[in-house]
């Protein structure tokens, strides 16, 4: 993703990116400071990983912040969004994209492998669009700025609509954010606050390498990808700049599939 191909569109707009050390979060960042916002990158570890896309952004001319944060904790989010604010005035986007996996059989799942997935996929995603949106409701619409008085952006999964065996945890997290997506959007939108979620598919980055770093397991993922390419984190990172713009401004309470027709039910393409 280039400048010049999306021109500015959120000058003016500070982001904060939840997970934007590694994966789909860095590509986010990155890209919406190509678009012109100021960006905040959250991380929980590897904090060289976060100064590394901090300094990529400042090298391209925006401006950025690494803020260590663990989104499970309503203490660490609250401040994680006080010092954002202090150091950029507001914030117009803010993309709930942290996230893991613990996986395991349903029979022997742990509790702690349960509450571990909930805690971070869904109630971290409610602790960050809830500081969010108390933010937007002070500030309201800025003239010349946005249309709307701020954006949310809830990053879920395929897994919000497909079952997945072996991950009940996650994918009951991601079945909860889109329907927390859809409440809230439903409940903000006479505020212009627009709230959506994008809900990638198999995406190349470090959480699924085992899935596609051989020939045979890509070949063997290719059999749920009708577009027959795995995406990548560019991929999101667009899909999430266009969301965060005025280009999107009458979607709200949306999930965006980016998952090369994973949702097509591939399996019948045979006739079934």
Known sequence: MSTNAVDKILQGQPAL?????SGIGRAVAIGLAQAGADV????ISHPE?????????????????????????????????ERAIAEFG??????CNAGLQRDAPFHSMTLEQWQTVISVNLTGQFLCARAAVREYLRRGVVDGVSLAAGKVIHMSSVHEVIPWAGHANYAASKGGVMLLMKSLAQEVAPARI??????????RTPINTAAWSTPAAYDDLMKLVPYRRIGEP???????????????????????????????????????
């Open 17 to 21: 990116v939840t997970g934007a050390n």
């Open 40 to 43: 905040v990158v959250n991380y």
């Open 49 to 81: 990983a976060a100064d590394e896309v901090v300094a990529q952004i400042r090298a391209g001319g925006g401006r950025a912040l690494a803020i260590k944060a663990d989104v499970s904790r309503e203490d660490e989010v609250e401040a994680m969004f």
């Open 90 to 95: 507001t914030l117009h986007i803010t993309v």
């Open 194 to 203: 627009r709230v959506n979620a994008i809900a990638p598919g198999a995406i």
């Open 234 to 272: 560019e991929d999101i990172a667009r899909a999430a700049v266009w969301l965060a713009s005025d280009a999107s401004d009458y979607v709200t309470g949306t999930s965006l599939f980016v998952d090369g027709g994973m949702t097509l039910f591939p399996g019948f393409a045979s006739g079934g």
